[in-house]
């Protein structure tokens, strides 16, 4: 779990000096009816199986809820390319 709270952190704590393409914004994309690249999808895919080993390994409700918000900032603001070369 310790290097999960590290990703996480590290997310959270970068810094960008423009606007980046999020998970969310390619989440749309793929609503929208446009198709992904290769790349899009192994990231979102990387994504949710690094959001459900996060939400499934916490014990305590108060935490579950903690992490639950700072995963959707990481969807709503990281750059997509982030999930492309962690193994989750």
Do not use: P
Request: charged share 30%; aromatic share 12%.
């Amino acid at each position: 779990m310790n290097t999960n709270t590290d990703f996480i952190t590290k997310l959270l704590n970068k810094k960008t000096t423009g606007l980046v393409i999020s998970i969310n914004d390619i989440r749309d994309k793929e609503f929208s009816g446009i198709k992904l690249t290769a790349e899009e999808r192994f990231a979102l895919s990387n994504f949710d199986k690094y959001r459900i080993n996060v939400l499934n390994s916490q014990t305590e409700e108060e935490k579950f809820h903690y992490h639950y918000r700072q995963l959707q900032v990481i969807a709503n603001l990281s750059d997509w390319r982030e999930f492309l070369t962690k193994d989750f």
